[in-house]
């Protein structure tokens, strides 16, 4: 879970430091189209599986939030400081509660409640509304943040239908082929530079998220979820280190107000066998 984070915290850093010389679109058809070849040979071993009805639909549902949650993100990355990225980013595992009570039917009992509200006094101490001024690109990743949890939302319908390479592969295509033309319309000269960082986005992302499996195959999630305020830690000192912004009290107390809270309905959920939710991953 450790390496996971770091993997993340690296795709961070990397579109931190390409900034806004592409527009986001781009950036991300070029990451995700790294990342399409990475997974051809699980594309091709599903050239003979058959899909339930409707599942389908689902699947360009998924592709077209994720769509646009990846071009926020990007938008978002390229401009905010990398742990407050990262703060915000823990809201996804308490949104997924929400959507999840509302729209599958898994309820929100008091716990739940009392979680949500807890994150969300996180959240709003990472953010400090009224205090300074919040700009696009915080709207960007809160916009970011909504949808990547609306795409897990879906991913967990899929789940019970398809194999999950196939959800993965597919989630590759579909999102590569909506960007295409966002992409092509403001589309601008890539250096080899360029192209080589966001090979290595593919690579880190797609490796973080092997290592967030393998994680969670190896430990319960009451186990391994407190372990994400690494993440943050990390991206703290990556953006200190590597881009000289000042680790702000407030981004790290209030995302660790998050993680507690998540890790807190996670550990009792787990205790009384209730479905529980994953640690947020970056989409990307």
Do not use: C
Not at 217 to 232: D, E, M, S
């Amino acid at each position: 879970m450790a390496a996971s984070g770091l993997a993340f915290v690296g795709v961070n850093g990397i579109v931190r430091h390409l900034g806004t010389d592409l527009p986001a679109a781009q950036s991300a058809f070029i990451r995700f189209g790294f990342g399409l070849l990475i997974l051809m040979p699980a594309l091709w071993s599903l050239r003979a599986t058959r899909f339930p009805t409707g599942t389908w639909r689902m699947i360009l549902w998924r592709g077209a939030l994720h769509v646009a949650a990846v071009v926020f993100w990007f938008h978002a990355m390229a401009r905010v400081p990398v742990a407050e990225m990262a703060a915000i980013g823990f809201l996804g595992p308490v949104l997924v509660l929400v959507i999840g009570g509302l729209l599958l039917g898994e309820g929100l009992g008091a716990r739940r409640v009392v979680t949500v509200v807890v994150a969300v006094v996180g959240g709003l101490i990472v953010l400090r509304p009224g205090l300074r001024e919040l700009g696009l690109a915080h709207l960007s990743q809160l916009a970011a943040t909504v949808l990547f949890a609306s795409s897990y939302i879906l991913a967990k319908r899929l789940s019970v239908l398809v194999p999950a390479s196939a959800i993965v592969a597919l989630l590759s295509v579909t999102v590569t082929l909506g960007l295409l033309p966002l992409a092509l319309a403001d589309w601008r000269p890539v250096r080899p530079d360029q192209l080589y960082w966001l090979l290595a986005v593919a690579v880190l992302a797609t490796a973080g998220h092997y290592a967030m499996a393998r994680a969670f195959q190896a430990a319960p999630l009451a186990v391994t979820q407190p372990v994400t305020f690494l993440q943050l830690v990390w991206a703290a000192l990556l953006g200190a280190i590597a881009f000289g912004e000042p680790v702000e009290p407030w981004v790290i107390g209030g995302g660790a107000i998050i993680i507690l809270s998540i890790s807190a309905n996670t550990w009792a959920e787990g205790r009384r066998g209730g479905k529980v939710t994953a640690a947020a991953t970056e989409g990307i």
